[in-house]
């Protein structure tokens, strides 16, 4: 089993910058791709950012692109979200998801993530 935790939410202003954390509970933290989606209220869970470091790909979704960013520290088993130039609409519960690499072919799809955190808030204002 695969526990997640979320951490680094917060309060933001428009602009502003923010990292949040993940940290995985598992033997083999390197064989795992990582991903970020975010629900906010109302609306559905949506992407955001999720990346397959053996198989060297990284998937995005247009709101983000060129403002967040992700890295894994494998020594700590934690990926970290950095967040720049934050906008008020990027104001969500933010979860980290998990699977072992060879199980995920649609990076962006988030019946293809096993393991969940249970969600970090941010809010932006503006």
């Known amino acids: 089993q695969v526990r997640l935790v979320e951490s680094g939410g917060g309060l933001v202003q428009s602009g502003g910058s923010l990292t949040l954390s993940c940290a995985a509970s598992?033997?083999?933290?390197?064989?795992?791709?990582m991903g970020w989606f975010r629900q906010a209220p109302g609306k559905e869970r949506e992407f955001v950012l999720a990346?397959?470091?053996?198989?060297?790909?990284?998937s995005y979704a247009d709101s983000v692109k060129g403002r967040f960013t992700m890295s894994r520290d494998n020594a700590k088993n934690t990926v970290y979200l950095q967040m720049n130039s934050l906008k008020p609409e990027d104001t969500a519960i933010y979860y980290c998801?998990?699977?072992?690499?060879?199980?995920?072919?649609?990076?962006?799809?988030?019946?293809?993530?096993?393991?969940w955190g249970q969600g970090t808030q941010v809010t932006v204002s503006s």
């Open positions: 990346k397959s470091w053996r198989g060297g790909r990284t």
């Open positions: 598992v033997r083999t933290f390197s064989s795992y791709a």
């Open positions: 998801a998990a699977n072992v690499e060879q199980s995920l072919s649609q990076l962006s799809r988030e019946d293809e993530y096993d393991y």
